[in-house]
């Protein structure tokens, strides 16, 4: 099983050069597999750090919902983010310093990756900072 995992997420990855790509497969529940270009990992890595800082665990939900409702919608995509932003401003208490959405989402597929990225992101940031390095 372990080997279908690998080739699958492999497939994925070479769907686009120069990016990373990172899957988890639980125990159970539904793979989750997100991809990065490089120009965006130092983003991904102050996401990981920004749910450190208490950046609500509910954010990729939220965000995913905001993406089946606007599925369909031509929205401009500094629109899309504004949005975006206020369900998070919404969300958190204390605004986690630094944290903002890429002006590479432009799309609601965007969105949706990015949300992908952010669940990732929320599992990373359970293990210590000391086994990134």
Known sequence: MAIE??????????QE???????????SGDRLIARTGWAHYEWWTRTIGAFRQGLPHSLPYDWR??????RGIELAGD??????????LQKAR?????FELPAS????????????????????????EEAEQ
Do not use: W
Not at 21 to 26: E, F
Not at 79 to 88: D, F, P, S
């Open 5 to 14: 995992q690998a080739r699958e997420t492999e497939q994925f990855a070479k």
């Open 65 to 70: 919902s905001l993406t089946r409702e606007y």
């Open 94 to 98: 204390d605004a986690v310093s630094g």
């Open 79 to 88: 629109v899309l983010r504004q949005e975006a932003m206020r369900v998070y």
């Open 17 to 27: 050069r120069n990016a990373l790509t990172v899957a988890r497969y639980p125990r």
């Open 105 to 128: 989402i432009q799309t609601v597929d965007h969105l949706e990756e990015c949300c992908n990225l952010l669940l990732i992101a929320r599992f990373l940031a359970g293990y210590p």
